[in-house]
């Protein structure tokens, strides 16, 4: 038996490639959505701009369709009877079809996005157009191209794609990136984006104390015996507030904007309950996922039988990280497991130091109907510093897909603009998330090549360097960090500089390249300025010429003019920038001695509170005028919490050696306050022992008065990892507040012990 091609037996031809020019017009229904309309109106205007024709939009079914080839945007009465075979049956959410049938072109999605990712995915992979930002871009000329034949089907692993950074949340970039998470911005006619009710942290929003507690204190945490909420949850067996969230919970969903989630989830600190209930329930389960799911669950069934579409949302978090033994999540909750204590230096699925996590996410895997994942990719502390961590982001988004994940919300330099390489990070995370199947290291060099042009080679460069330096180090790449100097080290900064100054050679004939490499220079920059007195020892101490900043001070007010001049923003989460550029020039601006140290000005180092790192800045702590002080000023912090406001990554800077180390303090008490009243604590921190080296109490008898008081730390063989802190105590009828002038560090001698 001879085999007949079904092409003839259904009287189609085979399909062919066209030449773009050749097109004669786009199809799209009268009746689409505004949606499908702007991208039939996209894809003509990127079509005409690389050479192509200007092709009519046509939209009156009435009209015989035209002879020529067409390309059909999204589903109309014309495709059905030219394209018959072509459907989108199998596909998912955002599922995408590009397909040639004889010689036309059908570019077709799952409603609402689908067929304008499907314009998208053909200008970016067959016509070769690359959205870089929101404002750049580039468009190749593409006469006399012919379209190759399209049998192209595509559904995305992740529903939910999520790429955390502000210029990703365009409303004409996100859709361009095919990401729709609860931040992208744009509406319905941009294909709208996958919002959730509440986003997360919900308890206290549902469920305020102010409006409950006083009548209903058995629905917040018991801690100690003491039924309270502050730094509390809720109590999530008791049975009452239960319902009452559930109530909300509806009543929210009933006035929604149509988002597709709502976040039940915990407070952002622990204080979990210990009533006998929820203890129970602990002890059982093993973690406070067990107590969680109790609540939520109960609210995700009163969901589900009214919105059946939507789904409850609650984070696998901290202490509720851990899977529980027996409890499972009903189908409609959405379990959001959160990375935070991770090492991002290493994969999440191999590195040693997130066993625990690989092992959670494992766990979850196979209980979680729905699992979504939050993931942190940027160093919370400081956006501006740099954060080798690239090389686990395309494995670490394969990992999660591999293992089930249907959303991912990669936590990024949102409130930056000039963070570590934010723009490379944003658009690399997006077409990952998109495709996991992409290869990393082509995408990388695809778009330091395409946005850098000449300068992407030493860059690409650069930034293994950075991998290899954090590697040699053996650090633990956490999302909260200070400074870069305890794997930055000296030689690796040379080279840095050196790999620059290439990047920057190469892009002197343009303008438009050379600011970008300068802007992407600028944590470098802070490296430098960050570690200057412990580089200048060490590179005397090696016989080096001095290869950082000749004039410290000179180059830190330009990085800090030109930080200011890139519209900065935040220098760490919810954190402005202003203050903190002042503290990086504060650094090399005239400081006084201590007494006695006048002609020694290599045996101290004193940090005033212009170079502290201030968190909580305006509520915690604030900069105030101070005539005490040695330079003026001064940081106060009120006596209504306990927060380590007050920091100074001392070792970091400092980079080994013993050490004398003072604080200068002064407490202010309010009228009544006994002589004894406590009024704060100081210390040392070691962040890789994860202990306090020195830890002191401090007493109005002790640092009272309108003078400052030098307090005595000790002498300390300092290393990179640690950190000076001061904070309060939360007594706010007895303390007015604590006062920081200055820390200083003395070059221990033998007789200091």
């Known amino acids: 038996m001879i085999a007949i091609p079904l092409l003839l037996l259904t009287g189609i031809n085979a399909p062919t490639a066209v030449p773009l020019a050749d097109f004669h017009a786009i199809y799209v229904d009268q009746q689409a959505p505004a949606v499908d309309h702007n991208a039939a109106a996209e894809l003509r205007t990127y079509i005409e701009r690389m050479g192509g024709p200007a092709l009519p939009i046509v939209t009156a079914e009435a009209e015989p369709l035209t002879a020529g080839p067409v390309i059909f945007v999204g589903d109309s009465a014309a495709r059905a009877r030219r394209a018959p075979g072509v459907t989108l049956d199998g596909l998912g959410v955002d599922g995408i079809v590009r397909q040639t049938v004889e010689r036309d072109l059908v570019l077709w999605g799952v409603a609402p996005r689908g067929t304008l990712y499907a314009v998208y995915s053909f200008l970016e992979d067959v016509l070769g157009v690359r959205w870089w930002t929101s404002t750049e871009e580039t468009v190749p000329n593409r006469t006399g191209f012919i379209v190759p034949v399209q049998a192209h089907r595509y559904a995305p692993a992740l529903r939910m794609r999520e790429s955390f950074y502000s210029d990703a949340a365009d409303v004409r970039f996100a859709p361009r990136l095919r990401v729709n998470g609860h931040f992208a911005r744009m509406g319905p006619e941009w294909g709208g984006h996958d919002g959730i009710i509440g986003f997360c942290h919900t308890f206290y929003q549902f469920l305020p104390p102010d409006q409950y507690f006083a009548d209903h204190p058995e629905w917040y945490s018991l801690r100690n015996g003491v039924r309270t909420t502050d730094g509390a949850q809720l109590c999530c067996t008791n049975p009452e507030m239960q319902a009452e969230m559930t109530r909300v919970v509806l009543d929210r969903i009933a006035k929604s904007n149509g988002e597709s989630v709502i976040s039940v989830s915990h407070n952002d600190w622990h204080g979990w309950c210990e009533c006998a209930n929820c203890t129970a329930v602990l002890e059982r389960e093993g973690s406070q996922a067990g107590p969680l ?101 395309g494995p670490d988004i394969d990992f999660f897909v591999r293992h089930g994940a249907v959303g991912l919300f990669e936590q990024g330099d949102f409130g930056s603009t000039t963070g570590d390489f934010i723009r490379l990070r944003a658009w690399l995370l997006a077409h990952q998330m998109w495709d996991p199947s992409r290869d990393q290291a082509a995408l990388v060099r695809e778009f330091l090549d395409g946005y850098y042009g000449a300068a992407g080679a030493p860059l690409a460069e650069y930034l293994a360097l950075r991998e290899t330096a954090r590697e040699e180090a053996g650090i633990a790449l956490r999302c909260y960090r200070t400074a870069a100097g305890d794997w930055f080290d000296l030689d690796s900064l040379i080279e840095a500089d050196r790999l620059f100054d290439a990047a920057e050679a190469a892009a002197a004939h343009d303008a438009v390249l050379l600011a970008r490499v300068q802007r992407e220079r600028l944590p470098l920059e802070l490296v430098w300025l960050q570690e200057d007195r412990r580089l200048r020892r060490e590179a005397a101490a090696r016989g080096i010429a ?25 220098f760490g989460e919810g954190r402005p920038f202003g203050p903190f550029g002042e503290s990086v020039v504060a650094r090399f601006e005239k400081i006084s001695p201590p007494p006695g140290y006048e002609h020694r000005p290599d045996d101290w180092v004193a940090w005033q509170d212009g170079a502290f790192t201030l968190h909580g800045l305006g509520w915690w702590v604030t900069h105030v005028d101070d005539a005490a002080a040695t330079d003026g000023r001064a940081a106060r912090m009120p006596g209504d919490h306990t927060q380590w406001a007050v920091q100074v990554p001392i070792g970091a ?11 200068a303090v002064r407490g202010a008490g309010k009228d009544g306050a006994p002589a004894d009243q406590s ?75």
Not at 327 to 333: D, G, I, Q, S
Not at 352 to 360: S, Y
Not at 653 to 663: A, C, K, P
């Open 546 to 570: 001095w290869p950082g900043p000749a004039d410290s001070l000179t180059a830190a007010r330009a990085w800090q003019a030109a930080s200011l001049a890139a519209n900065v923003g935040n």
């Open 653 to 663: 800077e400092l980079g080994g050696g013993r050490w004398q180390v003072f604080v």
């Open 293 to 393: 799911l109790e609540l939520v669950n109960t609210v995700a069934r009163a969901v589900a039988a009214e919105y059946p579409d939507i789904l409850v949302e609650t984070l696998a978090y901290h202490q509720t990280r851990k899977p529980p033994a027996t409890a499972r999540p009903e189908p409609n909750v959405l379990i959001r497991l959160c990375s935070i204590e991770c090492d991002f230096g290493q994969t999440l699925e191999h590195g040693e130091r997130n066993a625990d996590f690989a092992d959670d996410i494992r766990g979850w895997s196979t209980i979680a109907p729905q699992l979504f994942i939050w993931n942190y990719v940027t160093n919370f502390s400081n956006y501006l510093l740099p954060h080798p961590n690239l090389t686990a982001l």
């Open 679 to 753: 009024i704060g604590r100081v210390g040392i921190y070691d962040s890789e022992q994860q202990r306090d080296i020195v830890s002191l109490p401090l007493r109005l008898s002790d640092i009272g008065g309108e003078g400052y008081h030098q307090i005595d730390l000790g002498t300390i063989a300092l290393t990179p990892t640690m950190t000076f802190w001061a904070a309060p105590v939360n007594d706010p009828d007895y303390v007015e507040g604590l006062y920081v002038d200055r820390l200083y560090a003395l070059v221990a001698t033998d007789d200091d012990g």
